[in-house]
């Protein structure tokens, strides 16, 4: 059974920072590539970046400079360093693997992160 948990969120300030995780499992963790999207209230669920199984990351305008993706293939972990928060940052944080050749899209729960003072 393929599961994706995400933890980590929480209410920060500000300029504050947070670690999101995501662990996976049912699935082989190295293939894939892993997603962070997230999803604002009244808004599109969009991408947040990626690192793909060679580990090669990608991010969106949005979070570059900020935010960084890390993975652990031997604790079949992906991780979402934000730092410098603002208040847009808030929404819902999704946890997303894919392996594109084999059509598989998989995704976690989410987790809550809000960002105010």
């Known amino acids: 059974q393929v599961q994706l948990v995400e933890s980590g969120g929480g209410l920060v300030q500000p300029g504050g920072s947070l670690r999101l995780s995501c662990v996976a499992s049912?699935?082989?963790?190295?293939?894939?590539?892993m997603n962070w999207y997230r999803q604002a209230p009244g808004l599109e669920r969009e991408w947040v970046g990626g690192?793909?199984?060679?580990?090669?990351?990608l991010y969106a305008d949005s979070a570059k400079g900020r935010f960084t993706i890390s993975r652990d293939n031997a604790k079949n972990t992906v991780s979402l360093q934000m730092n410098s928060l603002k208040p847009e940052d808030t929404a819902v944080y999704y946890c997303?693997?894919?392996?594109?050749?084999?059509?598989?899209?998989?995704w976690g729960q989410g987790t809550q992160v809000t960002v105010s003072s």
């Open positions: 997303n693997a894919r392996r594109v050749i084999v059509k598989a899209d998989y």
């Open positions: 049912g699935f082989d963790f190295s293939a894939y590539a």
């Open positions: 690192i793909t199984s060679d580990r090669v990351t």
